[in-house]
């Protein structure tokens, strides 16, 4: 017999048999389901890493710049000598009637509303707080032999830290006298204090004690003379020696101002805490503009006086700085990715936060 007649005349169980439409579709249709949850929950887990990457940058965007802040809010005023004794300034740009704030000894400590703008920062947002603080960084560094002959040097134990144009601070228990140095000398571990342009913003003086004034007629006060008949005091040349000797601490001034500034990334929102700082770019004061932590939207600032347990704006403070011994530091903060929030028609779907937390500055009781 043919195995085709074998195969016709066996039993239908062992007859080979094919797939009926139905049970096709319904295939089809259960596959379509397990891709389907399957596709759903890988974006699912997409989105959820989407969402905790995002609210991990603002954790530490807020860890990052409220760590950062703080360090200069407590340390803001700080004279490593103490900060009750007097300071002269001797820079040429601290005796003009518009001083940079980054040479502002008499605001150390100042906070500006949204409608004040910093100098020479091009990145600012506008209608935006800043914050300003100035403080002595000391080391291990000071006088070992200074002249009383006025000489606009004095040798230090140890120059290599410090280079020809860096404000830096002298001080003892008297007096604190802040200056740039116009030259700094190699292995005679000499800083050297003149007048002239070799150096900016330079110095007034080569003296570093109590200024010595002239009145010069002069149209802004700053030496310009364009001859209107106003007069102010200008700094002689030659000036006071200063009341320093061995052992009096030299520092590194310090000068940062905290601020909302435009990153240029549109697509990440836009906007970061930026802090902007004084350099020496090759003997010429500078700021530098350095982004801290991205996606701050804003940053909101309120005071406390030491007379008062409320916190007040910047406006309400007046001309009360000094009075000033801790701040409430607000920051709002978005994620950079968008389409991670429940809305997306508000901030493009990205997520916020507003961290407060208050500083204490440090040289001045609570």
Known sequence: ?????????????????????????????LGLVIIG????????????FRTNRGLSQLQDGARVGYELLARDIRQAGNMPCGNDIPVVNILNSAQENDVPWYYDWSNAFIGYDADTALDDVDNQVAGTESLVMLSGDAGSVYVTDYPTNNSANFT????????EGDILLICNESLGTIFQATQVG??????VVNTGSSTTPGNCTKGLGE????SNSNGNGNGNGNGNGNTTPSCDTNGNPGPYDHNSVIATLTATAWYIGDNGRDDEGGRSLYMARLVNNSGVGAIQQVEVAAGVTSMTLRYRLTDTSD??????????WEDVNAVEVTLTLLTQDQNLSTDNNVNDGRIGRSLTSV?????RSL
């Open 1 to 29: 017999m043919s195995n085709y007649r074998r195969w016709l005349s066996a039993p239908p169980p062992f007859k080979s048999q094919g797939l009926a439409l139905v049970e096709l579709m319904i295939a089809l249709v």
């Open 37 to 48: 949850a399957v596709v759903g929950i890988m974006l699912s887990n997409t989105q959820s």
């Open 156 to 163: 230090v134990n140890d120059n290599s830290g410090f280079s």
């Open 186 to 191: 190699g292995n005679a571990n000499k800083i």
């Open 211 to 214: 200024l010595i004034l002239n």
């Open 311 to 320: 916190f007040i704006d910047a406006g309400t403070v007046g001309n009360r």
């Open 359 to 363: 500083v204490a500055v440090r040289n």
